[in-house]
Each structure stands twice: as C-alpha cells, then as structure tokens.
C-alpha cells in the first residue's frame, strides 16, 4: 500500500493539516425528481430497522470505523468508507503511529 | 400554456401557477441534461415567481426545487436551508416526501450519514403512504448511498438491486434514473471486487447515459470506469475514460467529478511512470485544497489507489 516514503515531507504538519480539513466527500449519487409523475404503483417496500442513535466515528489501528448501536442496545462496528479523503486521513494517521487505540468523536 | 421565457426574465407581468409549473418542468430538465447553471437560473425564477403569486404551496415546492439544484451542482450545505421548516409546515405528503429525501440527501453528503438515514426513512414511509413507486424506488436508492458511506457494502447493493428492480418494473421512460443506480451499483461491486458485473452494470448506465445526453451521468459512469480499471491493475485502460471524465467535468462545471478526475489521471501517470504529467494532474487537485498544502507530495508518497472510494 505504502512506496518508498520521502523524508522530506513534514508528515506531522501534513496530518494536521489534513485532519483539520477533513474534505469528506460523498458516495454515490442521489436521483433526483423526474419529469414523469408518479407512476402510483403498489409494490411493497422492506425499511431496514433503525439503526439508533447517530453513529460515533472512532479509529481502530489507524483505520477510520463508525460504532452503530443497534435497536436492541449491542453495538456494531463498520469500515467507514466515506471517501478518499477519509481513507488519505486514515493512511496519514497510521503512519504517525497515532491511532492504535480506539478514539471515539461524535461526527 | 404558459410562454417560455429565458432565464432570469422575471418581469412586472403577472404570474400565474402554470408559469410556475412551466419553469418547475424546464429546471428538472436542465437537471437531466446536467445544464447546472441553466437549473440553477431556473430555479431561481421558479422562487421569485412563487413569492410573487405568495402562494405557501409553490414556495415550497420552490425550497424542494432549489434543494434538487443545488445538490447537483455538489453543494449540500446550501441545500439543507429551508427544508426542515417545509418538513415541519406541510401539510402535502408529496412535499413532505420531497422535503424529508433532499434533506436526507443534503445531510448524507456532509457525512451526518445517522441522521441522513432519520430522514430517508421518513421520505420512504411517505412514499409508501403515497402508494408512490418512483420516490419508494428513489429512497432505495438513496438507502444504498447511506449505506454504502457507512461502508457497509452488502447492505449497499441489496438496496440498490431494490431500486433497480423498481424501477425496472414500472411502465414508461425512466432510462435517466436507471443510469444512476446501475452506476451506484457498479461501483458498489467494484468495491466488493466483483469486477465482471460491477463492468457490465458501468458500460450498461454509460451507454443509457449517453443515448439520453445526461452528460452529469456519463461524466460519472466514465469516471467509475476510470476507477475500475485503475482498481484491477489496468492503468491504460482507465486513461481514455479518467480523460473522458475530466473533459465532461470541465464542460459541466461538476467540481466533484473534476477532483476524482484529476486524482485519477494523477495516480494513472505515476503508475506509468509520466512524472511531469503525475505532477499536473497532482498540481490541480492540490489547487482545490489549498488549505492542506502538501496532499500533492502526499499522494506522490502514498498509493492509496487500492483503499479509496469515489464520488
């Protein structure tokens, strides 16, 4: 995953920089309305069951997850991929050894 | 039938709701063509003359409106204004339904993706009160991209594969959606390293895209190409459709698709071993964030090809 890394770049700085911006962007595209109306059918459609209370993103060796509590109160922890930048974030985060410990922030 | 006038024509006559309903009508379909700057002009024109008629039901149908636009144009901060109050005041389920998918939309793009999920879930549940296919397979897919930005890939592609199988069923033209999700579940698959079927699905909303002259989503569809072949190891075959993506980019002022384009070329060059072409398409990218000066030697530093996701 990693090349040859140079020295010459002054990771820290880089890493605050980078997490200060935190230029998340967004994953799949959104349809938006049509020009036909409404068609009126019927068909059922299955809603997945909350997922509770909004998810806390925490890091876990450096790689980005987000914590989700399900409805029956037990947690489920999932890859956060949200984005390039997240990823450039979690990569930069690893490589200054920060983030082997779970750090949770409410996004 | 109200006569067309060019954007920005407000003028002291008096407006009538078919002239609303008219410039409603010809801003979705700027949307379509991907024409942001005539959508958003529309837009505008559609605000004014429902403020002029001072009429609740079409001001917010204009909020819903702008919303749309805005979003397309890859702005969500500015497009979550004014929906809640819609939500919170309607009382149409048809504007609710609206109201509750772009503020889901607005606040999954500024990953508050807990309370984008909140609000999707409201806008299905109108839709299935409205006995309303289109928007129950449009919150399907929004579900997909919910889940997709919480990485959860399989929940992701049993959410798109509902709203293509929708949409599918239902009668008439509806080739502009279905190249959305097809490209959303694509890329869902490349990501899950089914490269066969995340191809297929990608050349399949490529060519509807084109055959309609949505030009927003060939950009899109060209630019996740790009993305799988860089993915499978195959830098020349991504170059044509990474270029492709960046000329649409440039031509429809789509500054999202513009950023992943020349992340894309950047990373094709270094992988090819163009170094002054690496350092072009590097240098733009860097141009979009000033405020983290040295993401250029960072990526020259670190191939993150195979960990990033797009859009």
């Not at chain 2, 409205?130 to 897919?141: E, H, T, Y």
């Not at chain 2, 141009?287 to 191939?303: C, N, S, T």
Request: one cysteine or more; aromatic letters at 6%.
């Amino acid at each position: 995953m990693t090349r040859v890394l140079r020295r010459t770049v002054p990771l820290l700085l880089l890493a605050t920089l980078v997490l200060s911006a935190n230029p998340v962007q967004s994953g799949g595209r959104d349809v938006p309305e049509s020009q036909l109306p409404g068609s009126g059918g019927t068909t059922s459609t299955a809603w997945p069951a909350p997922c509770g209370d909004e998810p806390v993103l925490v890091w876990v060796g450096g790689v980005p997850y987000t914590v989700s509590l399900n409805p029956d109160g037990s947690a489920q922890l999932e890859p956060s991929l949200v984005g390039v930048w997240d990823h450039l974030l979690a990569e930069t985060a690893r490589l200054i050894g920060f983030g082997d410990t779970v750090e949770g922030s409410c996004p | 039938m109200p006569v067309p006038r060019p954007p920005g024509a407000i003028t002291d006559v008096p407006m009538t709701r078919a002239d609303y309903t008219d410039l409603e009508r010809r801003c979705r379909a700027a949307v379509h063509r991907g024409a942001l700057q005539e959508s958003r002009d529309l837009a505008t024109e559609a605000a004014a003359v429902a403020e002029q008629l001072a009429d609740a039901d079409l001001m917010e149908r204009s909020t819903t409106l702008r919303s749309m636009v805005l979003l397309e144009a890859g702005d969500p901060v500015a497009a979550e204004h004014g929906l809640r109050e819609v939500l919170l005041a309607t009382a149409d389920d048809g504007t609710a339904c609206r109201a509750a998918f772009y503020l889901a939309s607005s606040l999954r793009r500024q990953g508050k993706v807990g309370r984008a999920l909140v609000f999707a879930q409201r806008a299905g549940e109108k839709a299935a009160s409205l006995r309303d296919s289109v928007w129950k397979a449009r919150c399907q897919n929004l579900l997909g991209n919910i889940h997709l930005n919480k990485g959860d890939l399989e929940a992701a592609d049993r959410a798109y594969g509902r709203a293509l199988k929708l949409w599918t069923r239902l009668e008439g033209d509806h080739r502009f959606a279905l190249a959305i999700v097809r490209d959303n579940l694509g890329y869902c698959r490349i990501l899950r390293r089914r490269f066969r079927s995340g191809l297929t699905l990608l050349n399949e909303a490529l060519a509807t895209a084109r055959a309609i002259g949505d030009r927003r989503t060939e950009a899109e569809c060209s630019q996740d190409i790009a993305h799988a072949q860089l993915t499978r190891g195959q830098a020349g075959a991504a170059r044509p459709f990474a270029l492709s993506a960046l000329r649409l980019a440039e031509e429809g002022g789509y500054r999202d698709v513009l950023q992943n384009a020349c992340y894309l070329l950047g990373e094709i060059a270094r992988l090819e071993q163009h170094d002054d072409e690496c350092e072009h398409y590097f240098n733009r990218l860097q141009a979009f964030f000033p405020q983290v000066p040295r993401l250029r030697e960072f990526l020259r530093a670190f191939d993150i090809s195979s960990i990033l996701t797009l859009h």
